[in-house]
Antibody
Framework: QVQLQESGPRLVKASETLSLTCSVSVGSGSSYYWSWIRQSPGKGLQWIGYIYYSGSTNSNPSLKSRVSISVDRSRNQFSLNLTSVTAADTAVYYC?????????WGQGTLVTVSS | EIVLTQAPATLSLSPGETATLSCTASQSVGSYLAWYQQKPGQAPRLLIYDVGNRATGIPARFIGTGSGTDFTLTINSLEPEDFAVYYCQQRSNWPPVFSFGPGTKVDL
């Protein structure tokens, strides 16, 4: 059973870059989409973007200009960078896997953007 | 971009009753429609994928149906642990873009 675990700074200053890593307990080279999803406090879920095992990526049009996702297969990790953050980017960030639905989720990590 | 809407926003029911949750897509999503359950402080849990397939370990009282743009999650004989927020989610075929509905809260 694949397990996912998010890690990274819990506090990021406004205008800086939010960087998170998701560690995958089983190899990240399988035919899955590896996604990032976030949830602002008290709000719903927002898909941020994915990276496919081949390295191709896509992201939410509303965040596209600020999002980059990469994979490090040697470490069984994939990462999220979100640039120029504001208070609106304060959220619980989840990594998740699945091709059409998200079968596996990390526990999530709360990232707060401070001014 | 496909937009999902969910109704109602809140559903107030008692244990033993049946919950009927609706998810409507702005355009056809084919069979790539999923449902999740989320409890406070927890990550979402996949209940249903590909419209009507239950995920591993999901009880038979959770039933997903629908096609095209209109989908339903039915929860028969609500158990106390079923009171939570439920989200629907779709993935467009190409390029792959995922989106979630705003959620339905099932409470007592």
């Amino acid at each position: 059973q694949v397990q996912l675990q998010e890690s990274g700074p819990r506090l990021v200053k406004a205008s800086e870059t939010l960087s998170l890593t998701c560690s995958v307990s089983v190899g990240s080279g399988s035919s899955y989409y590896w996604s990032w999803i976030r949830q602002s406090p008290g709000k719903g879920l927002q898909w941020i973007g994915y990276i496919y095992y081949s390295g191709s990526t896509n992201s939410n049009p509303s965040l596209k200009s600020r999002v980059s996702i990469s994979v490090d297969r040697s470490r069984n990790q994939f990462s999220l960078n979100l640039t120029s953050v504001t208070a609106a980017d304060t959220a619980v960030y989840y990594c998740a896997s699945g091709q059409y639905a998200f079968h596996i989720w990390g526990q999530g990590t709360l990232v707060t953007v401070s001014s | 971009e496909i937009v999902l809407t969910q109704a109602p926003a809140t559903l107030s029911l008692s244990p033993g009753e049946t919950a009927t949750l609706s998810c409507t897509a702005s355009q056809s999503v084919g069979s790539y429609l999923a449902w999740y359950q989320q409890k406070p402080g927890q990550a979402p849990r996949l209940l249903i994928y590909d419209v009507g397939n239950r995920a591993t370990g999901i009880p038979a009282r959770f039933i997903g149906t629908g096609s095209g743009t209109d989908f339903t999650l039915t929860i028969n004989s609500l158990e106390p642990e079923d009171f939570a927020v439920y989200y629907c989610q779709q993935r467009s075929n190409w390029p792959p873009v995922f989106s979630f509905g705003p959620g339905t809260k099932v409470d007592l």
